[in-house]
């Protein structure tokens, strides 16, 4: 439960960093999105629509860094710490909007919250159970980490994203259109962090608020590093990060002497020892965070 918003963040960090643009924004768009699929389901009634549109609205902040890294050649570091910004100011704002003023959105009935399709099928409080008994959007993450693959490595324009994240000058060579193939990697990745914000707020919890992401998206960012930009090598790097989420929230439910500060530190620790463990060992794609202009020699 705690991996898959992980899992949909990072496989967007892996569809734009195969490409060669870095995207750190991927906060951002998981934070809109999580307003958005919050507030969809909310007057909507219906969790897949708002889940839909949580990654439609990553998708429309990602467009906007695909214009100023890819078209403008803008740095693409700080245009990711502009989404990071725009994102929560953003879904903020709008909560106010929608919810009297508030900065955090109504809760979701629980008839309105994401379904899981196995509720039924085991005894409840079983080890099955509680292994299986999981929200759909859980089941959909591993199926789009087995999507994401077989495009990337089975498909044409798999692999023109990987030539361009690799040397987009002798992609351009081939008549592939660089600025396509970037735009499209960039967007779906905004769309992929849309949904794990609004897996986060539909799923996981019940309504918005500021605090509700709090550094996931760096999370999956390290989790797409530590994975080696695959989406298989990301996915295990999730569930490992998830894994520490769950301890938390289980000693937090046990009689241990641990501040409760301490214990919300693990994540992002871990987070840290990974990093600097691991970056070093790990090589990403060639042209990775390097515009790319036509007209240059």
């Known amino acids: 439960m705690y991996s898959a918003p992980l899992m ?16 750190i924004g991927l906060e951002g768009m998981m934070t809109i999105g999580a307003f958005v699929g919050t507030t969809v389901a909310y007057y909507s009634g219906n969790p897949w629509l708002g889940f839909l549109m949580g990654g439609l609205s990553g998708g429309v902040l ?4 695909a214009i100023a890294s890819v078209s403008f050649a803008a740095d693409q570091i700080v245009s990711g710490i502009a989404i990071n910004f725009l994102g929560p100011g953003l879904a903020l704002f709008l909560s106010r909007v929608f919810f009297d003023g508030a900065t ?13 399709p196995f509720n039924y099928l085991f005894t409840k409080g079983s080890f099955l159970d509680l292994i299986f008994n999981q929200y759909a959007t859980v089941y959909i993450a591993f199926l789009l980490v087995l999507v994401v693959w077989f495009i990337l490595y089975k498909t044409k324009i798999g692999l023109r994203i990987r030539a361009v994240g690799e040397h987009p000058k002798a992609a351009d060579t081939l008549g592939i259109n660089v600025f396509k193939v970037k735009y499209l990697a960039v967007i779906l990745s905004g769309v992929f962090a849309g949904f794990g914000g609004a897996s986060m707020s539909i799923a996981v919890v019940s309504n918005f608020r500021a605090t509700l992401i709090s550094g996931q ?51 992002y620790v871990l987070t840290l020892i990974i990093l600097v463990s691991f970056v070093g060992k790990a090589t990403g794609p060639a042209a990775n965070g390097i515009p790319y202009e036509k007209n240059e020699a």
């Open 8 to 23: 949909y963040t990072a496989l967007g960090g892996v569809m734009s960093e195969n490409s060669g643009v870095v995207n």
């Open 104 to 116: 955090m959105t109504a809760p979701i009935p629980l008839d309105r919250k994401m379904p899981r």
């Open 217 to 267: 998206g760096f999370i999956a960012l390290a989790a797409m590093i530590f994975g080696k930009w695959t989406p298989q090598g990301s996915m295990w790097a999730c569930l490992l990060f998830g894994a520490a989420q769950g301890i938390v929230v289980y000693l937090g439910g046990t009689d241990v002497k641990v501040s409760s500060q301490i214990l919300e530190m693990i994540p």
């Open 62 to 65: 990602a467009l906007l860094h």
